[in-house]
């Protein structure tokens, strides 16, 4: 099955940022995206690499959190390893301090009252921050809308994060977990035990922001499939196994008081980081450290049963394949390739500045 590119040519783009040696990489576009976790930033600027281009963030004196690609505009200085003084970011090579837009406040050498030269800026990417993570818009400016999230787990739930780095495209990590094919085969010592291979379905329910998906995997009797009318019937009554949120958010609730909730972040083309969110209602303390520390090695090692297959498959993203040959089991992957197809543009080079290109397929 092909999917068709977007179209949509931006040979002029509101806004530009750097990559590394000419890079590209293809993205879902003009969406919020979560690249970190709240806690992973505090005061001192940090430097983290995000959609193959690496971003400093920090916080402002009210402790807002702002990210600028990781480059002075004046000699290219890396500026996470700066400081941040008067809830300014200064550059640790000869001290230009950037205000929160990016703007160049103060230029030591040119004196308090010197001029600041026309484009002596950051480009500033819209940030903010809400249910635990750092949200980045990756998009034409300024930011429409707000980041999804899930009603199910935003209150009433305890959390745990645990967080794993991996070799693998985000279009196949995210593929992997709408997979409901290859628990059997994959994790067969864990989560597929039983042989429940015959996949009835799955029903799947594509909406503007995300796709439902309902499993009714079984071991195989030799009956046919039940149709899509009947699923249809069965899914009215139950809540979604799996639910996608675009760009990358995915629930599994494996009940009403525990749910597995999974952040994927593209590192770059061909690394992305999973946070891992458990989600349950153990509140007692010393059980809740104990439950949520088997949780976290749980799931770490559910996980690296997937990576040692999806780590190796090819080509790394998901639509650039022309030859994968999808089955009806596939149905929720194949949602996803049709939203990812309208929404990912490629961002490339243009001289130094990188802008959502034409993609040169059609």
């Not at 864990?190 to 996949?199: H, M, Q």
């Amino acid at each position: 099955m092909h999917f068709q590119r977007n179209p949509r040519c931006v040979a002029v783009a509101t806004r530009h940022f750097l990559l590394d040696n000419n890079a590209t990489m293809k993205i879902p576009y003009n969406l919020w995206h979560p690249v970190l976790l709240s806690k992973e930033l505090r005061a001192k600027p940090s430097k983290y690499r995000r959609f193959g281009l690496d971003f400093v963030f920090w916080r402002d004196a009210q402790g807002q959190a702002h990210a600028f690609p990781d480059r002075c505009p004046h000699l290219g200085a890396s500026l996470s390893q700066g400081s941040v003084v008067d809830g300014k970011l200064v550059c640790p090579f000869h001290g230009f301090e950037f205000d929160s837009s990016g703007q160049c406040a103060h230029i030591p050498a040119n004196g308090v009252s010197g001029k600041i030269p026309a484009g002596m800026e950051c480009d500033h990417f819209d940030c903010v921050e809400q249910h635990g993570f750092i949200w980045l818009w990756m998009g034409d400016a300024p930011a429409t809308s707000s980041p999804a999230y899930f009603a199910e787990i935003a209150a009433g739930f305890q959390t745990y994060d645990s967080v794993v780095e991996a070799p693998v495209n985000y279009s196949r990590a995210i593929e992997n977990q709408l997979d409901c094919a290859h628990l059997p085969f994959v994790h067969k010592t864990t989560i597929g035990a039983g042989g429940r291979s015959f996949v009835d379905g799955p029903y799947v329910e594509e909406f503007e922001t995300g796709i439902n998906t309902w499993v009714f995997n079984r071991i195989d009797s030799g009956d046919a499939q039940q149709s899509q009318s009947e699923l249809r019937a069965r899914a009215a009554a139950i809540v979604p196994s799996l639910q996608l949120l675009f760009p990358s958010l995915w629930l599994l609730n494996i009940s009403e008081n525990f749910k597995n909730f999974i952040a994927f972040v593209p590192v770059d083309e061909r690394t992305t980081r999973f946070y891992m969110r458990a989600c349950h209602k153990v509140s007692v303390p010393l059980i809740r450290q104990l439950y949520e520390l088997v949780l976290g090695l749980s799931n770490k090692f559910i996980l690296g049963q997937d990576l040692r297959i999806i780590a190796n498959i090819t080509p790394q993203f998901s639509l650039d394949s022309t030859s994968d040959r999808l089955i009806g089991a596939d149905r929720a992957i194949v949602a996803y390739r049709r939203w990812l197809a309208k929404h990912a543009l490629e961002i490339g080079s243009v001289g130094k500045k990188i802008i959502p290109i034409e993609s040169s397929e059609k």
